[in-house]
Each structure stands twice: as C-alpha cells, then as structure tokens.
Antibody, heavy 117, light 110 residues
Framework: QVRLQESGPGLVKPAETLSLTCSIS????????WTWIRQPAGKGLEWIGR???????NYNPSLKSRVTMSLDMSRKQFSLRLSSVTAADTAVYYC???????????WGQGTAVTVSS | QSVLTQPPSVSAAPGQKVTISCSGS????????VCWYQQFPGTVPKLLIY???KRPSGIPDRFSGSKSGTSATLDVTGLQTGDEADYFC???????????FGGGTKLTVL
C-alpha cells in the first residue's frame, strides 16, 4: 500500500525556516519526481519544487531563493526547507510523487503550517 | 495570477455537460502533457486525467480531456451533484522548468 506521510512543525515564526519531511512507503523511488505542493486556505495549488533520485532539483522560480529539497534514499524520505517565512507561506503542504515513468501520482494527506509569532 | 488560465467558475444543471478550459502557452501546454485534478473541500486533490486524455483506473468516462495547441479542456458529462468541486489543470513548463497549476475552476451543479 502506497503511503506518503508529511511531518514537521505546524507553527513557524516569521523569518524562521520551515522544515518538513515526507516518509515514503509502499512504492519505489525511481518512477517519481518527489515534489512539494502547497495550498493556502481557500486558494489554489502552488508547486514548490521537486527532487529526483539523481539528486537533481527544480524549484518554483518565485520561491527558488528560499527553497532547499533533499532526498534520503536509504530512509525513503525527502525534505523541504523554506527559509525566511512570512504569513504568505501559511498553507497546507503536500508531499507528492509526480510520475516520471509511473502512470499516476501519489499524494500525502497534507500538513497544515501556520506562520505566526 | 496563474500562467495557466482557467475560468473561476462554471455551472450547469444535473445531467448536462460542462466544459472547463485551461489556456497556456507554447512553452507549457503547447509542448507538454496536461493533467486535471478534482478537489473537494478539505481533501487531497485527485487525478482525473493524465497525458491530456487518459483516465486513471476508477475514473468514470463522464470525465474526458483533450488538448489543442496551447489550450486544454476538461469535459464533464451527465453532471451529478457529487461533481461539485474545484478542478485544476496542470502541466510542465519547459522554459521555466517548473510545474504549473491553473488557478482552479469551481464547478456548481445547479
């Protein structure tokens, strides 16, 4: 059974760094781009970036200066770090496997992150 | 404002057909596959269509997708009240090397 599970603090202070981890089970890493997507309450979906097993990354140009992603293949986890957060970074954050050679995608349940002092 | 443009809302009566459009450019829709997601409030987006027109297992054939040039469409026929949701198009942009989402369309079944 495929399962993606996000973990990390639900509350982050302004100007600090948001850190999330996604634990992957039930699926191989190779067929997917491991991706973070977020959604502010009542708004649309925003792609943050992706990482592949080769270590290559692509980031949303509007967030690139603040985003770092990493992948630990031995632990089957990938992570997101978003620095210098503001209230505009408050959202539900999803970890997602977007297909590279797979047919369909796989999503975590999402984790709500609030930026507030 | 999204690079992929969708109408904010569409509506139709039960049993009718609705079309949701997604307009992009030569570097995204014009060059890459489009997929469509359905999202109910408070739930995870669900893949409806991939590679422009293919349906994952379990998606009814009332949902169909197509692409022409730099635009894509999602058709929903035989509308049901349970189809009321937000729908998002998505594709890769080869110039930005970024995955793009449309702004989303709220479907109302009158």
């Amino acid at each position: 059974q495929v399962r993606l599970q996000e973990s990390g603090p639900g509350l982050v202070k302004p100007a600090e760094t948001l850190s999330l981890t996604c634990s992957i089970s039930g699926v191989s890493l190779g067929p997917y781009y491991w991706t973070w997507i977020r959604q502010p309450a009542g708004k649309g979906l925003e792609w943050i970036g992706r990482i592949y097993i080769s270590g290559s990354t692509n980031y949303n140009p509007s967030l690139k200066s603040r985003v770092t992603m990493s992948l630990d293949m031995s632990r089957k986890q990938f992570s997101l770090r978003l620095s210098s957060v503001t209230a505009a970074d408050t959202a539900v954050y999803y970890c997602v496997g977007l297909p590279r050679s797979a047919v369909v995608d796989v999503w975590g349940q999402g984790t709500a992150v609030t930026v507030s002092s | 404002q999204s690079v992929l443009t969708q109408p904010p809302s569409v509506s139709a009566a039960p049993g009718q057909k609705v079309t949701i459009s997604c307009s992009g450019s030569s570097s995204n829709i014009g060059k890459n596959y489009v997929c469509w997601y359905q999202q109910f409030p408070g739930t995870v987006p669900k893949l409806l269509i991939y590679e422009n027109q293919k349906r994952p297992s379990g998606i009814p054939d009332r949902f169909s997708g197509s692409k022409s040039g730099t635009s894509a469409t999602l058709d929903v026929t035989g509308l049901q009240t349970g189809d009321e949701a937000d729908y998002f198009c998505a594709t890769w942009d080869s110039s930005w090397s970024a995955w793009l989402f449309g702004g989303g369309t709220k479907l109302t079944v009158l």
